[in-house]
């Protein structure tokens, strides 16, 4: 009978039965089965709350709606009337049909989270946690579960009189490096408990927590510890599909609501809490805070519960004098105060996704104002750029994730630049496998070392804590310790060796990763520390002893002292900044060299006479093979523009103009314009930049060496000179394929009788490419040693570039410059086959010669923008939820710096 009424009903109103089931996710006959009378009440209800979910609360909010978003409002607050007049009947409504007609009626009008492919966090009621103050008991109690999380539960006599003697050596390095240190009181007290502890056969808790007290003293007597207030954020962890992806987990549409932005004045858990975000009527989520070097403001990053994006704001430390500074769709993201007044922080404004996985938007370094007015992107990244903090010395240091002809494994690491963007230098790590990913590098006061985490490209919530110094080399092992030193470099191991910065380092306790890391000395630093999968703010030093600051309804993230800093050096401004009406056309940078063979291998000296910079862009598709939309079966790549090529001077010089705001790469050309060397890093130039490159490759810690006259640099800066052709963006459709068509399918036409092998006719292949395509690149194997064939058929493999994904996720072989003249168009087969003329007498033509000496120079590519371009703007379950809507065919051109607000 059942059956038949809902039969009825499909039959009766099929409309409105599917949507039913579309909104709710039960048939009727669920509802009718269930005995639960309330579900299609709560069903109305959580409709309407999603309905609801972006609703405009603030004043800022409701002066930007237009006309139609005002009246959907009005309509939708309608619709939230008739609910609560439907639940203000209470049990006399239980059975009423308007709860179908409220689903009907605002199922329509919600925007659906996607959840199929491109799954985002799921809705969670905006909520923050009540701020509140610790009793004393209860902040006593939060110690005492600290230090036994830290003895594994078991204060046994050997731990009591290992934790005395970690004591005694704590305040014996204090006193000797700040004299005035007095721990009379502490050492007495030591002494006491020493001779119990002598005798002592058994696990004693008092015991334990007596020692651990002057322990405690002792360590916040430091006087590096100046400060009684710390900020920091409690946060929830983002969620949805593959949420602790470094990249993923950062933006608005993976953020969860139940933020907090606080001070805590007293170094314990029973200080006391100002929570100064957020503020009525909003909920949110933040990241990374910055403090003014006054300590009077804070700069900070929040998404509001009924946004899609994080903007920027600013507040004064007693709460007062909240300003917005930026708005918008772009996630903008951990801001910093610059010396000269201006900010610098992270934002999506570039438009580009990260390569790995779609549709993760990428974040790039920008500039602009104190009240976040003129905007401009200081970086030629596509990939994204993290945590920018100012160096003690003004330069900034931050974390760059690059794929330049690189595996897409482990190219995230430590790059600096000055605060305007120009003279962008690799800090550390750039061919190294360990660590993974290095972020929250800040320099170490009075040093001219930087503190870090070593964390996951698809773990961010994991990491062990190290210290670069650059002084000891720039790749792995060299200039770089590991300070915890019981935690392996998260995702890829540790190395074949692990330098660590005490030999004598203790475990306290068990930690699944590190994470924000403030260095106070050269020796102590706060730090987040992952306990039973909850981050609490310790002040720690380098041997591993540790106190407990406060542990968050959350986690605690990213702490600040709350104390006035140095203001850093003030490095002056070298950038031609373009005015509104100029961004179109900035002004044009230069980049020279005094002697490019400076540093490279000596075999290449005196063969090159040209430099070929290329161009990087990326796109975004839905993914498939890894990446989208897919430009190459060789690498994760993105489109490769040939600028074209500059002569060297026959003493190795070179000067040339170059275009700013785009990420070069460069290749060093013989007479035949074949790469005999290749840069697997890009480099740019601001607007008016002149920054000159110490041959190949560039280091941080040699002086160059200097002639008197280098012929290029006495002379006025070239031009680039384009390449023959109009189509600039490599592919094979266009730059190899009319090639074979031209002088080798006559002979190369199939399988048929009279027809040589390989078979070079056009003709689909597997998943997106065409062959021959994958039989000329040698079909290259991804996150694996690339092994040939025993018997590879004709023509495999004959192009010769370089198999950059051909290697074991961490083999460090993958990240390291190839010796010169042993790959690409030097060495390639397919170049020498069409240009020697011993096959057949086939010559190519010159121009056509040089087509597919380029394709195979810039790692052969599938696609180029043409091709990208006659791909449709991705349409898929949810898309229009996003807060920027990914596009292909109609993406912008977002030209760099800017303006770009």
């Not at 659906?112 to 492919?117: I, L």
Request: net charge neutral; with cysteine; glycine share 6%.
């Amino acid at each position: 009978m059942v059956e038949a009424i809902l039969a009825k009903l499909k039959a009766g109103f099929p409309e409105a039965y599917d949507d039913l089931v579309k909104f709710t996710g039960r048939s009727p006959l669920e509802y009718l089965l269930s005995g639960d009378g309330d579900a299609l009440a709560r069903e109305a209800e959580r409709l309407v709350e999603l309905l609801l979910e972006y609703k405009p609360l603030t004043e800022h909010q409701k002066s930007k709606q237009t006309a139609d978003e005002a009246r959907h409002w009005a309509e939708a607050e309608k619709l939230e009337a008739r609910l609560e007049r439907l639940k203000a009947q209470g049990p006399a409504a239980r059975h009423s049909p308007e709860w179908i007609e409220i689903i009907l009626a605002a199922g329509p009008r919600v925007q659906f989270r996607p959840h199929v492919n491109e799954a985002v966090a799921p809705y969670v009621r905006p909520h923050t946690p009540q701020t509140k103050d610790l009793a004393a008991d209860e902040a006593r109690q939060a110690l005492q579960r600290d230090w036994l999380h830290q003895c594994a539960q078991t204060p046994t006599p050997e731990r009591i009189r290992s934790e005395i003697q970690w004591t005694r050596q704590l305040a014996a390095r204090i006193k000797a490096e700040h004299p005035a240190s007095d721990f009379t009181r502490e050492l007495a007290g030591l002494a006491e408990l020493e001779k119990q502890a002598a005798s002592l056969r058994t696990a004693d808790k008092e015991m334990y927590f007596r020692v651990r007290e002057l322990k405690r003293s002792v360590m916040f007597k430091n006087p590096v510890v100046d400060f009684q207030k710390v900020l920091f954020v409690d946060m929830p962890y983002p969620a949805g599909s593959e949420w602790p992806h470094e990249t993923r987990h950062r933006l608005g549409y993976m953020a969860v609501p139940g933020g907090r932005l606080l001070i805590l004045d007293g170094l314990s858990p029973g200080g006391h809490l100002t929570q100064l975000m957020p503020q009525a009527p909003l909920h949110g989520s933040f990241w990374r805070p910055d403090l003014s070097f006054d300590a009077k403001k804070v700069l900070f990053c929040f998404k509001p519960h009924n946004e899609k994006a994080f903007h920027l704001y600013e507040i004064n430390v007693d709460g007062s004098g909240l300003v917005q500074l930026t708005d918008g769709i772009y996630d903008d993201l951990d801001p910093i105060y610059l010396p000269d007044g201006h900010l610098l922080f992270s934002t999506t404004r570039g438009h580009t996704y990260v390569r790995c996985m779609p549709p993760t938007n990428a974040f790039v370094l920008a500039r602009c104002e104190a009240d976040g007015k003129n905007i401009y992107l200081v970086s030629q990244n596509n990939e994204p750029d993290y945590l920018p903090s100012v160096m003690n010395d003004g330069r900034v240091v931050y974390t760059r994730w690059e794929y330049t002809d690189k595996p897409l494994w482990r190219a995230q690491k430590l790059w600096t630049m000055n605060p305007d963007g120009t003279q962008v230098l690799m800090y550390w790590g750039n061919q190294s496998v360990w660590p993974d990913l290095m972020k929250d590098a800040r320099s170490i006061p009075k040093s001219r070392r930087v503190m870090f985490t070593g964390s996951a490209h698809h773990n961010w919530f994991s990491g062990s804590v190290g210290i670069i110094d650059p002084d000891g080399g720039f790749n792995f092992p060299q200039g770089i310790t590991k300070v915890t030193a019981d935690v392996p470099w998260p995702e890829c191991g540790d190395g074949p060796v692990d330098p660590v910065e005490r030999a004598d380092y203790h475990a306290s306790g068990q930690y699944a990763g590190y994470y924000s890391p403030y260095p106070l000395s050269e020796r102590d630093f706060l730090v987040s520390a992952n306990r039973g999968d909850k981050f609490v703010l310790y002040l720690m030093d380098v041997w591993g002893n540790r106190e407990l600051i406060y542990e968050g309804t959350h986690n605690i993230f990213h702490a600040l002292p709350l104390r006035p800093r140095p203001r850093p050096p003030v490095i002056a401004d070298r950038v031609a900044w373009p005015m509104r009406n100029e961004r179109l056309d900035p002004k044009p940078g230069v980049i020279y060299s005094g002697d490019v063979y400076q540093g490279a291998p000596p075999e290449l000296r005196g063969k090159a006479k040209y430099i070929d910079p290329k161009t990087y862009t990326y796109w975004y598709k839905r993914p498939y093979i890894s990446t989208g939309p897919v430009v190459s079966a060789v690498q994760s790549e993105g489109v490769k523009r040939i600028l074209g090529t500059v002569p060297l001077e026959p003493d190795g010089s070179v000067a040339f103009i170059a275009p700013p705001g785009k990420a070069l790469h460069f290749q060093l050309l013989d007479a035949d314009q074949r790469a005999l060397h290749t840069m697997r890093s890009f480099v740019g130039v601001m607007p008016g930049e002149r920054r000159g490159c110490l041959g190949c490759h560039e280091s941080h810690s040699r002086t160059p060496v200097v002639r008197s006259q280098a012929m290029a640099l006495v002379k006025e800066p070239r031009a680039i000179a384009p390449p023959p052709w109009a189509d600039d963006t490599v592919s094979y459709a266009r730059y190899v394929q009319p090639v074979l068509d031209k002088y080798c399918v006559k002979c190369h036409a199939g399988e048929g009788p009279g027809q040589a092998a390989p078979n070079l006719t056009f003709r689909p292949g597997p998943e997106v490419f065409s062959e021959p395509y994958l039989t000329l690149i040698g079909r290259p194997s991804w996150g694996a040693p690339y092994q040939a064939p025993k018997d590879p058929p004709p023509g495999f493999g004959i192009a010769d570039m370089i198999m950059v994904e051909g290697y074991h996720t961490v083999d460090p072989a993958a990240y390291l410059t190839p010796r010169p003249m042993t790959k690409l168009s030097y060495k390639s087969r397919l170049v020498e086959l069409c240009a020697s003329g011993k096959h057949y007498d086939v010559r190519v033509d010159p121009v056509n010669l040089q087509r597919i000496i380029v394709w195979v120079d810039a790692m052969c590519p599938y696609r180029g923008e043409e091709e990208i371009r006659a791909i449709d703007d991705p349409v898929f379950q949810g898309v229009d939820w996003l807060s920027i809507r990914p596009r292909i065919k109609t993406a912008p051109t977002i030209v760099r710096p800017g303006p770009v607000d």
